[in-house]
């Protein structure tokens, strides 16, 4: 259940230079002459929003759409998506693919700038931080870049939100909303007063919810002033290029957190209870076959999860080759202890219903070539809501410890931003699975 939030002030535009100045106004207007339930500022964190949204403003602009910009791909969106899709003659997947993002942005050049309009693009980053600050008290600057438009500078827009609390006599602990609003060279401009917006001597984030661009000087400014960046690689178009671009910024001292690296802990944690019995945990090291089934559409889940695994048992890789199909084959070749030959092969499978969550895991087969090996070390993981019949099928199946994985209860990246935020600092698990994806990534043919 979502917490109220009460509104100090309706949110107000003023210019750049005046944030501060109108910011202190807000908390000093709410306490004079009050003795209980006076407002206070956040003193956690201050967070950078960088809400690109273009596939939604693209939709807006072309007519397919007319919700608010908030980042979330619930049924409106999806069903904006798909009367695209439909109308374009695509495939219809309700997910905005790599096709359907190019076919948007030549139908959105094609029309007059006069037309270029999205009625609904003040209502971008508002729902988004309301998530935020029901949980986390704090300072939200959120970067809303515009498309279509002439550059006529950066806007500025603040306001302050307390979560409602249960005692009445308690006081308020509130955030501050700063929003601004700008093409994507004007928010280049400004960049250093981006920048000193976040408080200083308190942890400093940033969602950069779009791909990696270390070539953008936005991009680079915000990575140096914070203390973590966080993505969500379920929505990269080339999650192969931005895998290795990612550790690149590791490799150079930042901090990176991905949210869908969280969606995989169901399937990490169900592996290892599997194989916690000694007769299992023994027969893993045979395991030399392994094959991951996931959403056709994306292969961030996929090959994170490989990368994890490989890299838990210390499997080198030496080949990965994209053999295509219906399935968008991929196998992957590595060595493991005692020059042991492994094969793995990633599949795309087409699904009827696609989730909220591009790529998502459909199952997992891990077994041996070694008969007497394979006896305990055969595992079948499946989505539960999904299921893996590719996997399942063939006569020696039945023979696997089979077991049904069940997701995060929310595995929507507004859920999971609030947990990332309260566990901040380096993962190292995820550098080391990360590091092992990128050295498979070097290998493509």
Known sequence: MTTPIVALQRPKD???????????????????GKATSIATKAATFSIVVYEPEEFQQLLGALGFYNGPIDSIHGPQTRNAIREAQKAYQLTITGRVDPQTLTKLREEFAKQAEDRQKVTNINLRGFSMADMIATQNPSRVITLCPTMGEKDRGVTAQVSAYCPIQKQSNSNLVCSEYVTLRGTKSAMQRVEKTIKSLMIPNLPKFVWWKATPNTEQKLFRSLCEASNCIIMDSCYFSDPESEFLRMYELIENETYIADLNWHRLSAWQELIAATFDPPQRRAALWEVDIITIDYEKGNTAQA??????????????????????????????????CNDQEILAELGAIPTADFGEIPGDLVGLRLGSSNPDANIDCCTILCSETTGCMRLESGGKAQSCLTEQ???????????????QLQRWGRDILYEESLELTVQMLKLRK
């Open 14 to 32: 003023i210019s750049l230079g005046e944030i501060e100045e109108e910011l202190s106004k807000i908390w000093l207007s709410q306490n004079q």
């Open 303 to 336: 090959l994170m999860f490989l990368g994890w695994f490989a890299s838990r048992l210390n499997w080198e890789p030496v080949s990965y080759t994209e053999l295509g199909g219906d399935y968008d084959i991929i196998h992957i070749k590595f060595t493991g």
């Open 405 to 419: 994985v069940t997701a995060l209860s929310d595995q929507k990246a507004e859920a999971l931003i609030t947990q």
